[in-house]
């Protein structure tokens, strides 16, 4: 049996919420699309991320270059049209670009390289000159169109994972350096208050040999650095399988130490307390895991976020819904996508997860392995429980998890008195609880499910609810919390203000004349009726 944790009653400090500065999308053209939008709003009002990021602002389906060759001489307009409506939607949803400059237009291209099913160009600019061009007249667009306090606001990075030559030309380090001085250049001059940063490194030994070159080269040039970013994942290689594969999983600890090594690589350098942001992080890196899907995947991020904050100024998940094509067009229902959400608007177990977290009050009491318990300053407290997983080599969790807390409660300021009440209400989420993915696989994975069975999954995605009423001794309540399997749960304790109902007695619900009568049938009754 666990030990109980007594719970203090005085904060530890403000609850981060770093891990709601962000989250990811895929291309920003999926943006236009309705099913993204329908979902990125439901997001925003369950969850209510502050910034959005996604590859392929620049790319051609956002049509940003246009050309037009009349009598042997080519015109060329820069075009805002879709970069207008994609952050005209954003904003009604109430987030934020946070915006990625990549890919290179087919226009601007020194070659034809290009990554995904929807063909992003790796390659550096033909010309420098024209590539500055457009992130110039980009930024002056949006600071004329939305005003520059606002615009001010939209974090700028340059690029995406250049220490990876499927994401950049042969990751041409001193290439990428040129490329983010002349735009970051380019952005200060349109105004020297916007912010500009990368460089947007993947992890894993590619990225370890890039961070001293790029400060190097930036203290040497004067280059603007507003911030710093990196990505975070925390698989192994994949093992391919049709439409799919499977990874292993390193220890969750190993995405808190990713998150760690900027600051570390930065310290004593002119870059030591700038911003870092991870701008993507999730367990697997590739959009047809089926570890993406699960209550595991919830159970292994749960101490991720809880104490991630720490460590960075945000860690951006990956991706807020399955409307994502990089690999090509998702073939089955459940896929192993990135998405919190299903196409359609289904929720993962890790969607529940985010949703537990922005429920948590605003001070932090107490932090442990599998547990967070904040607190309001109107006597709310909040609990976020979880089975510790530990990736593969530790195997699948056990099938029962036990939680144990002493717990402060407090109306007003001070503490209940004994016998007062606290409501308790209690959500689940784990193996079947809360969990649309096992009843797919019960409804015999569908790939394109019908309008029945995408009713039932939308029941099925609920987490269980349970509620009941304690008594506070001494100014605490005790939570025994047993966790299935991969569970995430989260509680929510609320002093009870009685109100007194004249007449009422819920003795008498059945009709009952005289409590008398009650109490008497009460003593004489059988045990067990």
């Keep these: 049996m666990p030990d109980v944790v007594v719970v203090p009653a005085a904060p530890i400090g403000p ?62 307009r820069h075009s805002f049209t879709y970069v207008d409506q994609v952050h005209d939607r954003l904003l009604s949803l ?17 070659g034809d390289q290009t990554i995904f099913w929807w063909r992003g160009n790796v390659t550096p600019p033909r010309e420098m000159g024209e590539w500055t061009t457009l992130v110039t007249d980009l930024m002056q667009h949006l600071v004329d169109r939305y005003g520059i306090d606002e615009v001010r606001q939209w974090p700028i990075e340059v690029w995406n994972e250049p220490n990876l030559d499927i994401f950049w030309k042969d990751a041409d380090k001193q290439a990428y350096l040129r490329l983010y001085e002349a735009t970051a250049h380019a952005i200060k001059d349109v105004d020297a208050s916007l912010q500009v940063g990368g460089p947007s490194l993947a992890p894993g030994p590619t990225g370890d040999g ?64 700038v911003p870092v942001h991870i701008t993507e992080f999730n367990t697997s890196y590739r959009p047809d895991n089926p570890i993406h899907d699960t209550a595991y995947n919830a159970a292994y991020l749960a101490p991720v976020l809880a104490a991630g904050g720490d460590l960075v100024d945000s860690f951006s998940y990956w991706t807020f819904c399955d409307v994502f094509e990089e690999l090509d067009v998702p073939t089955s229902f459940f896929h192993g996508g990135f998405g919190l959400l299903t196409h359609r608007g289904i929720a993962k177990p890790t969607y529940h997860l985010y949703a537990f977290m922005a429920r948590m009050g605003a001070q932090v009491l107490a932090r442990g392995e599998d547990h967070l318990v904040c607190a309001d300053a109107d006597g709310r407290v909040t609990v976020l429980a979880w089975q510790p997983v530990a990736g593969t080599a530790a195997g699948p969790g056990p099938g029962r998890h036990e939680v144990r807390l002493s717990v402060p409660v407090a109306a007003r300021g001070a503490a209940l008195p004994d016998g007062a009440g606290v409501f308790a209400l209690r959500e689940r989420v784990n193996e079947s609880d809360g969990n649309a993915f096992a009843a797919w696989r019960e409804l015999g994975r569908p790939m394109s499910p019908t309008e029945r069975q995408l009713d039932v999954l939308r029941t099925c995605e609920r987490p269980s609810v349970e509620h009941s009423r304690l008594e506070a001794r001494a100014g605490r309540v005790d939570l025994v919390l047993p966790l299935a399997q991969h569970e995430v749960t989260f509680v929510e304790l609320v002093p009870v203000a009685e109100t007194f109902h004249e007449g009422r007695d819920d003795r008498r619900i059945l009709g009952a004349q005289h409590v008398e009568l009650l109490a008497v049938h009460e003593r004489i009754a059988p045990a067990g009726t």
């Excluded at 600051?263 to 870059?271: I, M």
């Design 210 to 273: 890039w961070w001293g070159p790029f400060v190097e080269y930036v203290e040497r040039n004067d280059v603007p650095v507003d911030f710093v970013s990196r990505h975070a994942y925390s698989s192994y290689e994949p093992q391919e399988i049709p439409f799919g594969c499977y990874q292993g999983l390193m220890p969750p600890e190993a995405l808190l130490e990713q998150f760690a090594q900027p600051r570390a690589r930065l310290a004593g350098t002119r870059l030591a307390g």
């Design 15 to 76: 609850m981060p919420d770093a891990w709601r500065h962000c989250v990811g999308t895929g291309r920003m053209n999926l943006a236009l699309r309705a099913d993204h939008a329908e979902s990125l709003a439901r997001v925003q009002r369950e969850i209510g991320f502050r910034h959005i990021r996604g590859h392929g602002l620049l790319s051609d389906d956002m049509g940003a270059v246009r050309e037009s060759t009349i009598d042997g001489r080519t015109h060329r």
């Design 94 to 110: 109430g987030i934020r670009p946070f915006l990625e400059l990549g890919f290179m237009p087919s226009a601007l291209a020194s």
